[in-house]
C-alpha cells in the first residue's frame, strides 16, 4: 500500500511548495509517521526517520520550486546568499539537538509546531512590513534561527521564512518564492546530518541510511518535481486566503493525531 501512497505524499508536498514557498515537510513529516508506524518500524526510531526522509525529499521539491519561481523571476537571490551561511549553521546545530531527543517528546513538540503554524496561516496574521532588508549579518542570523527552527521540526523553513521577509517589506510572491530558494541549503543540509546521526542508530528498517528510508524517497520524489512546478504557476494566479486556510485545518487535523497518538 505505501508503494501507491508515497506518491501521492510528494503530489501534495510538492504542490504546497510551489504555492506557498514550503517545503512540504510540515506534510510529509507528521505522515511518514503514521506510515511507518502502520509499516511496524521501531518506535524509537519513527518520528527520526519522518524527519530526516523528509529533509532528503525537500532537497528534490525546493529545487523544482525554485527552478520555476527563478523563470518567474521572483527570487530575490542576494537575500538567499546573505542567509545561506546562518541556515547551514543553524540547521546542523538544531539537527544535532533534535537526534538526541526521544521520539515520543519529538512527536509532541512536532504536533504543538503544526497546531501553532496552523493557528497563524488560518488567521492570516501576517508581521507588518515594519523595516527594510537588513544588513547581509542580520540576515545571516536570521538564517541561523530560521535554520536551527527548521532542522529541530524537519520543515523546509517556508512557515518561518515568508513572515520574515514580508515584515522586511519584500512582496508577497517575492517572499514566496526567496523562501523557497532558502529551503535548498535547509533540506541538503538536513538531510545529511540525519544520515550521519543516524548512521550509529540501532533498530532501524532495511533499505535505510542513517534516518533515510530511501523506498519512501523515491517515492515522494516521483510526482513532487511535476507538481511543484505547477504550484509555482498557480501561485500566481489564484487566491491565497482561501488555500492557506484549507492548508491550515488540514494542518489542525494532522497535530490533534499527531497529538492524540502518543
Not at 500500500?1 to 508536498?13: N, Q
Request: glycine share 12%; proline share 5%; net charge positive.
Amino acid at each position: 500500500m505505501s508503494v501507491f501512497l508515497y506518491p501521492i505524499i510528494g503530489a501534495v508536498a510538492g504542490l504546497l511548495a510551489g504555492l506557498f514557498g514550503v517545503g512540504g515537510g510540515a506534510i510529509i513529516v507528521p505522515i511518514l509517521i503514521f506510515m511507518f508506524t502502520l509499516q511496524g518500524f521501531p518506535a524509537a526510531s519513527i518520528v527520526h526517520l519522518a524527519i530526516g526522509t523528509s529533509f532528503a525529499t525537500i532537497v528534490i521539491t525546493s529545487t523544482s520550486s525554485v527552478f520555476a519561481h527563478h523563470k518567474l523571476g521572483n527570487v530575490n537571490w542576494p537575500v538567499v546568499k546573505a542567509m545561506a551561511p546562518g541556515l547551514m549553521v543553524g540547521v546542523v546545530l538544531g539537527s544535532t539537538v533534535a537526534a538526541g531527543i526521544s521520539g515520543d517528546d519529538l512527536q509532541l513538540l512536532v504536533g504543538i509546531f503544526l497546531l501553532v503554524a496552523a493557528a497563524q496561516l488560518f488567521s492570516g496574521a501576517q508581521p507588518k512590513a515594519a523595516f527594510g532588508l537588513p544588513s547581509r549579518a542580520v540576515l545571516a542570523l536570521f538564517g541561523g534561527v530560521i535554520g536551527s527552527l527548521s532542522a529541530f521540526f524537519g520543515i523546509g523553513g517556508g512557515t518561518l521564512t515568508v513572515p520574515t521577509l514580508t515584515a522586511c517589506r519584500e512582496s508577497m510572491h517575492a517572499a514566496v518564492a526567496t523562501s523557497g530558494a532558502c529551503g535548498m541549503p535547509i533540506a541538503f543540509f538536513g538531510a545529511l546530518t540525519y544520515g550521519w546521526h543516524g548512521a550509529s542508530a540501532e533498530l532501524l528498517p532495511a533499505l535505510t541510511t542513517g534516518y533515510i528510508y530511501w523506498p519512501a524517497f523515491f517515492g515522494i520524489a516521483l510526482l513532487s518535481m511535476p507538481f511543484a512546478r505547477w504550484g509555482a504557476a498557480l501561485s500566481t494566479h489564484l487566491s491565497e486566503r482561501h488555500l492557506k486556510r484549507l492548508f491550515a485545518v488540514l494542518l489542525l487535523f494532522i497535530a490533534i493525531q499527531l497529538l492524540l497518538s502518543r
